[in-house]
Each structure stands twice: as C-alpha cells, then as structure tokens.
C-alpha cells in the first residue's frame, strides 16, 4: 500500500489558483487538487472562494449531496500533517486545549484563595 503524501496548511494555501496556480482544497484534513474540476463544478468558479483552505464548513453550508463527496474523492491528493489536523479519524472535530503559557496562568486573588479554602 502506497504511503498517503502529506502536506501543511501552508502547502494548500499557496495552491490558491493565483497566478496559475493549481486550486487546492480542504475537506476534513484530506487535501483534494480539484483544479481540473472547476469546469465541471455545477456553480463554476464559486469553488475559487476557497481556494487554498479548508472549505469543510463551506461545503456543508452548501448543502451539497452526497455524490458530491464521491465526485470529490476522485481529486484527493493526500492528507494534512498530523501536527496540524483538525478531525479525528471518524471525522469529528478536534477539541485542543492550548497550554498555558509561563506566567499566563489566572491570578488568585487572597479572597479567592479564602473562598476555595472554604467550599472545597
């Protein structure tokens, strides 16, 4: 099996379709090259507004069917790097937590310090 090719967000957003450029997009941390299927597109060059992103939001706000994912898994071309993916293997949203950092951390102040003392 053929190792999946992958790529960071910064590799799909300079594949905008800008200055002949292919038009590379996101859907759920898979990365598709659909520049040869803009022609095809039933809304033409609206695909152009999300070049080079992640246009899963886009694409459910647009109620497409469900033919228009297997239309579209004709063009993937790889995934995006593990560091920056943000759905899970079944396709759900990532939640992260962002560490705090060094000195970020909330102040307590003394009444708060008293307060925790006597609820806890």
């Known amino acids: 099996m053929a190792e999946v ?29 659909v520049t040869s299927y803009i022609p095809q597109h039933p809304a033409g060059d609206v695909i152009l507004e999300e070049a080079g992103k992640d246009m899963t939001k886009a694409f459910h706000e647009s109620d497409h069917s469900s033919d228009a994912l297997i239309i579209l898994q004709k063009y993937k071309i790889g ?3 593990d560091e920056e993916k943000k759905y899970d293997a ?18 307590k102040s003394c009444m708060n310090v008293i307060t925790c003392g006597l609820l806890g």
């Open 5 to 33: 090719q992958k790529y960071t967000i910064a590799d799909v957003a300079s594949r905008n379709g800008k200055d002949g450029s292919p038009v590379w997009m996101i859907y759920k941390d898979v990365v598709y090259d």
């Open 79 to 81: 995934e995006i790097v």
């Open 90 to 107: 079944s396709g759900k949203k990532i939640k992260r937590v962002v560490a705090a950092k060094d000195g970020d951390a909330p102040k």
